[in-house]
Structures are given as C-alpha cells and as structure tokens.
C-alpha cells in the first residue's frame, strides 16, 4: 500500500466534500494518508482524518462581487503563517512521512513540494477542466479565461496525471487527463428528492441587495443560507447552516438559487433542482459554472438577482425539470476504481506518468 499526502483547498466546502470520499476510499483500501488543509476545509476534516493544518489563500468579496483589496489584505496577512506552515509540511510530511505519491485537491504548497522532492502527483479537482478539457467559453469572457489558465497552471504547476470532475462533459487535451461526472457525499445519494414549496438561496458570503428582490414575490417562500442570521421576515426564512438541515432543505425545494459555485450546483442537479445561477463577479470559473448549467437546460444564468429575472426562472421550471430527467447522479466508483489503478503496485502507472512526462 501506499503513502499518500493529500492536499485540500481550504476555501469554501466543495474541496473538503470531494476529498472526505476520495480518501475515506483510500483508507479503506489500507494506504497510509496525511490530509493538509485550512480553513473550513481543515474544520471539516480534522475530526475524521489525520489531518496538518498549513495556510492557504482565500478571495475576499463585497456584495457577490470579488473584492481586489479584500483579497490582497487578507492574503497579506496570512503570510508569516504561510512561511511557518509551509516549513512544516515539508518536514513532517515530506521530510519525516516520506510518501511515495501525492494528491492535491487545488492545493499548491503540496503540488509545489511534490514537484521538489520528484515525487508523483495526481489531481482531483474541477478547476482543472479549464486547463486539460476543450470548452466553449462564455461570452465575452475569453481574457478571463486566459487569466485563469495561468493562475491554474501557477497554483498546480506539473500534475502528472488529472483526475476531473465535471457536469458538463469535453473532449481531454492529453493522454494523462480522464474525465467523471462530479464526486458526490453519500448523503446526498442517499436522499429521497420531492418537490417542496420553499425555494432554496444560498449565498457563499451575504449581500444584502437580494433581499428586497425576494420579499418583491410575495406568493413564493425563500429558505436563505449565508446570511448569518435566524428568523422569519415576511416570505423570508433565515436558517444557520447545517449540514443535515441543509440537505433536507435542498432535497426538498423545487428549485434552487444561488452563486455558481460547482459543488452546489451538482449536488442540485443530482436532486434534480433547477437552478438559477449568479456567478461571483471576477470569478471565471463561477462563469463557466453558470454558462454550461444554461447550456443543458437544467437552469438559468443571470448577471443580476431581480424579482423579474427570478419570477422569468419560476415560470419555467417544468421546461428545466424535463431536462434534468435525463440527468443521473453518479456514485463516484468510476473514479474510484481509477485512483486505484494509478495507486496499484507500489503506485506503478502513476510512477510511469511522472517519468515520462
């Protein structure tokens, strides 16, 4: 068996979902793992696995909008931390640990040491569609795709092989690039979905100027995570995140609005949710998100949140749910049985990738 250092995104939830399966997977196969994470993803997985705690960038943001200074401060701020973290990992988990292979969900201080020590890496992630699959890029939007392609390529610069996951499936650019459909928590494989009243809005971080659109449908009642705030206003339900509470909520709206992050957006069409989608402004991948979403009839996508655009998305649900029909959630055995494949015989094809890359 294998020893594995896995690297987790710590922004947001969608990286630590994906690595909880993928490396409750491999433990199960008996590969000895160190996780390195932060943030909500080191929150989300310290309790379950063996897990170092490093830092890691984050985007700050103003009412759904990437905020330039927000995120250079706060990045500014995290780097006597990120020395430390970075010294840390090298010695305990590179030095000391001494693994033969290394994963990264978007993790750069883990793709960075793999490539200094010539050890193998793979990816799991979404991002990485944007560098090894072909697409139609959005509109008016081809320079941020560029910009994108080069801040992909800094944060992971030389993965040996790709491991993709995507809902909306493209032609692979390499021979070292495999494409599957989105890695989804048992949790939501195990729900039942039926059609609710409520609408489900999730926000990544609240702003405030979406409100008076929904109270503007009086008739419709909206459960809101995001806002950090409990209560009832109106049509209005405030709901503190919970993971449970959460998923029943969404397994039971009849449809869904929210950013255009990729996670969510899965796990909703799985439950078969249309979706309205508001990309983060200044973030491409939400764009694309939201754009392929449109593309397969399974939602909208719009550039603002009003009470027309979200009343235009409410009167065509049947038309999204008769695509989603065709939709089929997957239970991330395809992917699995990859990742076993590369790690097999003392990770033999992983090795040959890397030599010969």
């Given amino acids: 068996m294998a020893k594995i250092v896995y690297g987790v995104a710590g922004e947001g939830s969608g990286h630590s979902s994906r690595a909880r399966e993928m490396a409750t997977h491999l433990r199960a196969a008996g590969h000895d793992l160190w996780l390195a994470s932060y943030d909500r993803g080191y929150r989300n997985l310290k309790d379950d696995f063996r897990v170092l705690e490093i830092e890691g960038l984050c985007i700050g943001s103003e009412d ?7 995120t250079f401060t706060e990045n500014l701020k ?12 090298r010695d305990k988990l590179f030095r000391e640990f001494q693994p033969d292979c290394v994963i990264t ?36 939007f081809e320079f941020e795709s560029q910009v994108t392609l080069h801040i992909i390529r800094a944060i992971v610069p030389k993965p040996d092989v790709s491991l993709v996951t995507a809902f909306h499936p493209g032609q692979t650019l390499n ?5 599957f459909p989105p890695i989804l928590r048992r949790e939501v494989l195990a729900q039942q979905p039926r059609e609710g009243s409520h609408v489900l809005v999730y926000v990544t971080r609240a702003f405030d100027s979406l409100l008076g659109e929904l109270r ?8 809101l995570y995001g806002f950090d705030r409990e209560g009832e206003e109106a049509n209005l339900q405030f709901k503190p995140f919970s993971r449970d509470g959460f998923l029943d909520d969404l397994a039971s709206a009849k449809a869904v609005i929210g950013t255009a992050g990729f996670t969510l957006i899965s796990e909703a069409l799985a439950l078969q949710k249309p979706y309205l989608a508001l990309p983060m402004q200044g973030q491409f991948e939400q764009e694309l998100n939201a754009f392929q ?5 399974y939602g909208k996508r719009v550039t603002e949140l009003t009470n027309e655009t ?13 695509q989603l029909a065709n939709y089929i959630a997957d239970d991330a055995s395809a992917i699995k049985a990859k990742l ?11 090795r040959y990738y890397h030599a010969n890359r």
Avoid at 78 to 89: E, K, T, V
Avoid at 216 to 223: D, I
């Fill in 64 to 70: 759904n909008r990437v905020s330039v200074v927000k």
């Fill in 78 to 89: 995290r780097l006597p931390a990120g020395s430390r973290a970075w010294q840390q990992l």
């Fill in 105 to 140: 969900d978007f993790e750069p201080m883990t793709a960075y040491l793999a490539q200094h020590y010539d050890l193998p890496l793979i990816t799991i992630d979404n991002q990485h569609r944007m560098r090894y699959l072909a697409y139609e890029c959005p509109p008016g």
């Fill in 175 to 179: 021979h070292r690039t495999f494409v």
């Fill in 216 to 223: 503007a449908l009086p008739r419709e009642r909206f459960l």
């Fill in 293 to 297: 979403l449109a593309q397969l009839g």
């Fill in 310 to 322: 979200i009343g235009d998305f409410l009167y065509r649900l049947a038309d999204y749910r008769l």
């Fill in 340 to 350: 076993d494949d590369l790690l097999a015989d003392d990770c033999r094809q992983t």
